[in-house]
């Protein structure tokens, strides 16, 4: 595997390195020492899966406040998407800064995403499933979200959604809380 930092603080492009052959290919996807190699410690605690049948279809921006924040490391396995990682960490250099990457199935790079950073992806294909892994464990009760279009974050996307919930479309305007020295 090879990581790549992002402009946000934590957040990592994760490439395989697949082995081909005649049969196809095989590559590992997650590897605990691999991960500690390049400075992140991540164990999966849990693995979900996003199936999103419509082409511009939002999820997002999703996040865990702290003491029950997760890190996630998310992958395509069907289909492309657009996808964002939004750094809500108040302490942080990159504070109220985005990314963004295509994240697609032939391909197999996956996105890392640290605790207080925001989530969410556009599909850019019809069909399209999205693999995550978490640490530690989802707790019920504790999420949080940002609105998708909030101009505090003026995130690019590549595209207008055409399918989101109501709660993604609905989250108020972004409203930061004090870190811990206090704003």
């Given at each position: 595997m090879r990581?790549?930092?992002?402009?946000?603080?934590?957040?990592?492009?994760?490439?395989?390195?697949p082995v081909v052959d005649d049969r196809g290919a095989f590559a590992r996807l997650h590897c605990p020492a691999e991960f500690a190699d390049a400075g992140v410690e991540?164990?999966?605690?849990?693995?979900?899966?996003?199936?999103n049948t419509?082409?511009?279809?939002?999820?997002?921006?999703?996040y865990?406040?702290?003491?029950?924040?997760?890190?996630?490391?998310v992958r395509v396995?069907?289909?492309?998407?657009?996808?964002?990682?939004?750094?809500?960490?108040?302490d942080s250099i990159t504070f109220g800064r985005w990314t963004g990457a295509e994240l697609d199935a032939a391909q197999g790079r996956a996105l890392f995403i640290p605790e207080g950073v925001a989530h969410g992806?556009?599909?850019?294909?019809p069909d399209t499933d999205v693999l995550y892994q978490i640490a530690p464990m989802f707790e019920p009760g504790h999420g949080a979200g940002v609105r998708?279009?909030?101009?505090?974050f003026a995130i690019a996307w590549p595209d207008e959604p055409k399918v989101i919930s109501e709660r993604d479309a609905s989250?108020?305007?972004?409203?930061?809380?004090?870190?811990?020295?206090g704003r």
């Open positions: 990581f790549s930092p992002t402009e946000i603080a934590g957040v990592m492009v994760v490439d395989i390195d991540f164990v999966p605690a849990q693995t979900s899966l996003s199936r419509a082409a511009l279809t939002l999820r997002g921006m999703h865990q406040p702290i003491p029950h924040g997760e890190s996630k490391l396995v069907r289909g492309r998407i657009f996808d964002v990682a939004l750094d809500l960490r108040p992806f556009l599909t850019l294909e998708w279009n909030d101009p505090a989250y108020p305007d972004f409203a930061p809380h004090p870190g811990p020295g």
